[in-house]
């Protein structure tokens, strides 16, 4: 795509909006133009009533142009009416010319919500905020309303963060075999597995300094998430091994929420269950993805919908808190009348959680070699399986209590997380909404250090760390104490400890 932009404008917020119309676009001054290439001609000026936004798009026999004028308001600053006016005017071209609406409109962020989030913290009314996410952010009028649900559950949830709360994610990234549109690092070949042993032991260390990091700053931990790769691949011994690590380190009894992803319904067994009920844990998820075979075969889950009944079954027979299962719209293969009866048969199991995430195919995915195409804008069928979702659960009793985006989902949809009363995934939360530090162990596990609230007032600080990415460089190096220093450096400075 060709931008040609005069003004002072934040390009990349441009090309942000571009993309919700041309995913994996490119921008390079260098890239060749095609007589197809889109061609977005902008120009931004500022004047003592606001700012004026003439833009045209061409692309092919197509064009279209637009003016918009946008005036200095109260209850907008400037920078965010600029954004406002780019959004619209981009919208209304890019729109007329790809004959599409999104239904987030100009919502191009990860989580979908904070707009929401922002509007209620200033004490507007739940009524006038989805009015303003459809006026001002285009956002069609269900979206806006999840939107604004999921901001008030999530309100609720994290009501009051305590600046000595924690939570700790422990990395398992080893699977069985690869799923064709994972993008995770995560190990799947023999000789790859055959590093266990040794990566469980590193862990193992890893989590007891993460736990004595812990002690030294006297913070309370509210939820620990095993997750993956698929964590049930360990054998019952080595869960064991790890579990019994986290119960002599920290009070699990104690947790809010103690989570062992166990994903793949081929890793489950009665023994691994008993094994992690043993030692508290509260909530596994156990993922059919779609309880159709042929669709799980085309998509390279090597588990087939008996097997997830019966891992369901373990679940409920070793009496977890809450069961999580996930499932994804929009797969290939996949159409709405096997999406809404998969959807039918989990709800009819009532697990207490259940995520639903929009089909999505990163660059690394093996899927993408073989059909590049595979996800378009308007996304086919995958809208109403999405809409069917959150319809349906919601008639039976589940809230929507976490969304999040990605880039590059069938149709540009989103993920959300519905629960029962009671049974959200804090963890889940906690992890998006950066309320509290996570302190994460293993090969690509990234820890966030937080101070929600600045003693200075300013907004919350977040400062990274992160692990090596893969195993193998997780085995040869030592940075995992070096981190912990500068978690407990950053404590001390902000003056966390008080
Ligand atoms: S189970 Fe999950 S992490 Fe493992 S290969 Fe499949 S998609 Fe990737």
Redesign the pocket.
């Known amino acids: 795509m060709k931008l040609n932009i005069e003004g002072q404008v934040n390009v990349y917020y441009v090309q942000t909006l571009c993309m919700i119309f041309y995913p994996g676009e490119k921008f390079s001054e260098d890239s060749e133009i095609t007589p197809n290439t889109p061609v977005l001609d902008l120009k931004v000026q500022e004047s003592e009533d606001g700012y004026t936004v003439d833009a045209a798009l061409t692309q092919g026999d197509k064009a279209a142009s637009t003016q918009k004028i946008y005036h200095w308001r109260d209850d907008v600053d400037k920078d965010r009416l600029l954004k406002l006016a780019l959004g619209d005017a981009i919208l209304t071209i890019c729109g007329e010319v790809c004959g599409y609406r999104p239904s987030w409109g100009m919502l191009t962020g990860v989580r979908p919500s904070k707009v929401a989030t922002d509007l209620l913290k200033k004490g507007i009314s739940k009524t006038r905020v989805k009015k303003i996410l459809s006026s001002d952010y285009f956002v069609i009028p269900k979206k806006a309303a999840l939107a604004t649900d999921v901001a008030l559950n999530e309100a609720r949830l994290i009501a009051s963060p305590q600046k000595k709360d924690c939570s700790v994610y422990i990395a398992i990234p080893f699977?069985p075999?690869?799923?064709a549109?994972?993008s995770?690092v995560?190990y799947?070949s023999k000789r790859l597995l055959s590093l266990i042993p040794e990566y469980l032991a590193k862990l193992c260390d890893e989590v007891k300094d993460v736990f004595a990091c812990i002690d030294r700053l006297g913070l309370n931990v509210k939820t620990v998430y095993i997750g993956?790769?698929?964590p049930t691949i360990l054998e019952p011994d080595q869960l064991r091994m790890l579990l019994s690590v986290i119960a002599e380190s920290t009070d699990v009894a104690n947790l809010e929420e103690y989570t062992l992803e166990s994903?793949?319904p081929d890793t489950i067994t009665a023994e691994k269950f008993a094994v992690a009920k043993q030692y508290g844990v509260t909530r596994v998820s156990v993922n059919p993805q779609i309880l159709c075979d042929e669709v799980l075969q085309g998509i390279g889950?090597a588990h087939n919908s008996e097997q997830f009944y019966q891992a369901f079954e373990l679940a409920r027979q070793a009496e977890f808190k809450v069961i999580n299962t996930d499932l994804i719209a929009g797969l290939p293969g996949d159409k709405f009348s096997t999406f809404a009866a998969s959807f039918d048969r989990i709800l009819a199991l009532h697990p207490e959680n259940i995520t639903v995430h929009t089909f999505c195919v990163k660059k690394s995915a093996e899927i993408l070699q073989k059909d590049s195409k595979i996800y378009d804008i308007r996304g086919g069928d995958t809208g109403k399986c999405v809409d069917y979702s959150q319809i349906k659960s919601m008639h039976e009793g589940y809230k929507p209590y976490y969304m999040y985006r990605q880039k590059n989902t069938v149709g540009n949809f989103e993920n959300v997380g519905l629960a029962t009363e009671g049974n959200e995934g804090l963890y889940n939360i906690y992890m998006m909404e950066e309320v509290h530090s996570i302190f994460a162990a293993g090969a690509g596990a990234v820890s966030k250090a937080v101070d929600y609230r600045p003693a200075d007032g300013s907004k919350p600080f977040i400062k990274r760390f992160f692990n090596d990415k893969y195993p193998y460089e997780y085995l040869r190096n030592e940075n995992g104490k070096q981190k912990l220093e500068e978690i407990e450096r950053f404590y001390l400075e902000r003056s966390l400890l008080d």
């Open positions: 699977c075999t690869r799923c549109y994972c995770f995560s799947t993956g790769g698929t994903g793949r889950r």
